[in-house]
C-alpha cells in the first residue's frame, strides 16, 4: 500500500470539523445498515451500557447436556401457536427461539420451514418423533431467563461459547468506554450538504454505532481526530469494526 503517514489534526474549514472528500475511497454500506435496522433497545451510548446489558443477559442463562430421546414437546394449552419443550431435570418448561427450533429439526432430520407452517400440535407431534425414534445423542441447550424460559440453541455436547460480554471487555481493553475517554471512540457525524466531519458530537440512539441484541454485538469505533494518509486517500478514519452474530 506504500508509506502510511500519520497526520497532525488538520485545520477544519469550518468550526468544529474536517473538510472530507466523499467521492475517494470506498463505501462500505454494512455500518448503515446497521444504524438504519436497529431498533431502540438495541442501541447503547457507551460500552459500559452495553457490556452492563449483555452481562447481565449471561448471568440469567444457563447450558446443561441432555439426551435428545429425554426432550418431550407439548404445545402450550393458552396459544394454539406455541411449543413448549420439556427438558430432564428441569421444573419449568422452555420456549424455543426461531433458531433453536431450526436446530432441533435439523438434528432430528426434519425441514424446519414445513414444520413451521404446521399448527403447534402436529408440529409438536412430529418433532416429539423425530426425538424419540432419531439415534439417541446429547445435546448441549442453552436457555435464558427473561421473563420466560427460552431455550435459545441447541449444538454438540462439547460446543464452547464466547459470551458477548467476554467480547466487549475485549474491545474495552482497548478502547475504554468508547465515548473519548481514549482514542478509538464512536464516530461523529457528517454533514452531506457541506461535506464536513464533526468528531465531537454528542452520542445520542441517533448517532450511535454501538448495537446488541438477544443474540448479538456489533460495535463500531473510529480513531477520527488522528485522521492520516494512506494512498490516494486525502482523508482517511482508522476505524475497527467488531461483531459476534449469532451468539448461539
Known amino acids: 500500500m506504500g508509506v502510511v503517514e500519520v497526520l497532525d489534526p488538520m485545520q477544519p474549514t469550518k468550526a468544529g470539523g474536517w473538510k472530507v472528500d466523499v467521492s475517494r475511497g470506498e463505501r462500505n454500506g454494512r ?26 443477559r449471561s ?15 407439548e404445545a402450550a394449552r393458552d396459544s394454539a401457536e406455541r411449543l413448549h419443550l420439556f427438558l430432564p431435570k428441569a421444573h419449568e418448561p422452555v420456549a424455543p427461539t426461531h433458531w433453536a427450533f431450526g436446530q432441533l429439526a435439523s438434528i432430528v432430520g426434519a425441514p424446519a420451514s414445513y414444520l413451521r407452517q404446521l399448527p ?21 441447550t442453552f436457555e435464558t431467563e427473561d421473563g420466560r424460559t427460552e431455550l435459545r440453541a441447541v449444538t454438540g455436547p462439547d460446543y464452547g ?38 468528531p465531537d458530537v454528542k452520542i445520542s440512539r441517533d448517532t450511535t454505532t454501538l448495537y446488541a441484541s438477544d443474540r448479538d454485538v456489533f460495535l463500531f469505533l473510529v480513531d477520527d481526530h488522528n485522521p492520516i494518509e494512506a494512498g490516494r486517500l486525502h ?11 449469532p451468539t448461539l
Open 31 to 56: 455500518v448503515s445498515s446497521e444504524w438504519f435496522n436497529r431498533p431502540d433497545d438495541e442501541r447503547y451510548l457507551s460500552l459500559d451500557d452495553l457490556w452492563a446489558n449483555v452481562k447481565g
Open 59 to 73: 448471568e440469567r442463562s444457563r447450558s446443561r447436556v441432555v439426551q435428545t430421546a429425554d426432550i418431550r414437546v
Open 120 to 140: 403447534a400440535p402436529l408440529a409438536g407431534i412430529n418433532l416429539q418423533y423425530g426425538l424419540a425414534n432419531h439415534r439417541a445423542e446429547q445435546v448441549k
Open 161 to 198: 461459547r464466547i459470551h458477548d460480554h467476554e467480547l466487549v471487555e475485549a474491545v474495552q481493553r482497548i478502547a475504554g468506554n468508547g465515548t473519548g475517554d481514549t482514542r478509538w471512540k464512536v464516530p461523529g457525524v457528517l454533514d452531506w450538504s457541506t461535506g464536513v466531519y464533526n
Open 235 to 245: 482523508l482517511h478514519r482508522r476505524r475497527a469494526a467488531f461483531q459476534v452474530k
